[in-house]
């Protein structure tokens, strides 16, 4: 059966924005799970990442677990990550405070000391491009083994996964769809900031997206340092967002991913967090809310709420003083850190050409403002 199912590789596509594309075909495979139609699989340069969806797939809430940040056993000075005697190693600081730019470094071979150090770098910069990677060469199993030392794998609830691999969460858009100009129909801008799944009790830290395919020149992905913004705010008006908690909803994903004929594995949470969250390894202080997944600050009323919010996202999206854009290669893995950073796709090439990542998700520690109080509290709680 091949039916046009528009919707759900928009739905892979993007975790955040639901576009409307009537070229993409699905059909159902022997075990009743959706794939992609015709061609996709020949073409594709690894045709074990694309998408499928299983429609009977269901998972039980997620439950708490222990988190250490590997960040925090690293060594600050990175001898086995950026190792003097690399002779092919180059670093680059894409801005002078945020990004950077890695070669000559194979992720998929760090040693754990490594990826210690890998952790403690991308918190340090927020996000890190590594160049020619070969960890989508790697069967699925070990590019996961490698993710899970940074925290458990997240299953993301509404996306398309590779057969077997729910917890690889997969960007797709393929060659023949018409998002490009769909899109563009009903919006004047594909930007929509956001940091990954915030709605979990234990969102994702460290993250990686590792481009399969893409196109020759677009497709960027934008990243914006809620560090930086932090900073940025007087001291005043930092006080007046400490202390505050805000609820991020997973309900319109999953509604929207239902309304739409994709799937919901997982039954939608909603969770209050922190507005201002400390990063466990540089103690950074970061404003941790985003306009997809928060919906408002406990305890305000409406109006009050969403004049905050909405100063805050209005100039974290304007500042292009504090954001880096991160282009893609073939072979590119991306790496940032969810806690500090806030990213968008960029949909900007009507080629037609076929863009395809995958995104390994560890899920790190329940964000908290202020480590110091925590541990005072969690003490007094034991005496
Ligand atoms: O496609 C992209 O550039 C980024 C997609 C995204 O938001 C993600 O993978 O978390
Ligand atoms: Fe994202």
């Known amino acids: ?83 003097n005697d690399n002779e092919s190693l180059k670093v680059k600081r894409l801005t002078p405070r945020f990004g950077s730019e890695v070669r000559g470094v194979q992720l998929s071979q760090l040693s754990d000391a490594g990826k210690d150090e890998l952790a403690l770098l991308v918190a340090q910069r927020g996000v890190v491009v590594f160049r020619d990677q ?23 609830p509404t996306s398309g996964a590779p057969k077997g691999f729910p917890e690889v969460h ?58 930086e913004a932090y900073n940025r705010l007087s001291p005043k008006f930092r006080e007046i967002l400490s202390g505050l908690e805000v609820l991020h909803s997973g309900v319109a994903q999953a509604q929207s991913s239902r309304a739409q004929g994709g799937i919901v594995r997982r039954d939608p949470v909603e969770t209050f967090h922190p507005l201002i969250r400390q990063h466990p390894v540089t103690k950074q202080k970061a404003i941790y809310v985003n ?46 850190d969810n806690r500090r950073t806030l990213h968008s796709a960029l949909l900007d090439w009507a080629s037609g050409e076929r863009r395809h990542a995958f995104r390994l998700t560890p899920q790190a520690e329940r964000p908290t403002e202020d480590w110091d109080e925590a541990k005072k509290n969690a003490k007094e709680e034991i005496n």
């Open 1 to 83: 059966m091949s039916n046009s199912f528009a919707t759900i590789q928009s739905i892979a596509a993007s975790t955040f924005r639901s576009t409307r594309d009537n070229s993409t075909t699905v059909e159902k495979d022997e075990n009743g799970r959706l794939v992609l139609a015709g061609d996709a699989f020949e073409e594709a340069s690894y045709p074990k990442y694309l998408p499928t969806w299983d429609t009977t797939e269901h998972y039980e809430p997620l439950t708490l677990f222990e988190f250490v940040d590997p960040g925090t056993r690293a060594d600050p000075a990175f001898p086995n990550l950026l190792s």
């Open 134 to 156: 070969d960890l989508a060469d790697l069967p699925v199993e070990d590019a996961l083994k490698f993710s899970s030392h940074f925290g458990r794998n997240h299953i993301h």
């Open 291 to 336: 306009p997809q997944f928060s919906r408002y600050i406990k305890g305000l009323k409406r109006e009050e709420s969403d004049a905050i919010l909405n100063f805050i996202y209005d100039f974290i999206s304007k500042s292009a003083d504090i954001q880096v854009r991160a282009s893609w290669e073939p072979k590119t893995v991306v790496v940032w």
């Open 170 to 227: 997969l960007v797709y858009r393929s060659k023949n769809d018409s998002v490009y100009d769909s899109f563009f129909q009903e919006h004047i801008s594909s930007i929509a900031w956001h940091s990954d799944v915030t709605y979990e009790l234990q969102p994702p830290g460290t993250t990686f997206l590792g481009m399969l395919d893409g196109p020759e020149t677009g497709g960027d992905t934008i990243f914006a340092d809620s560090v």
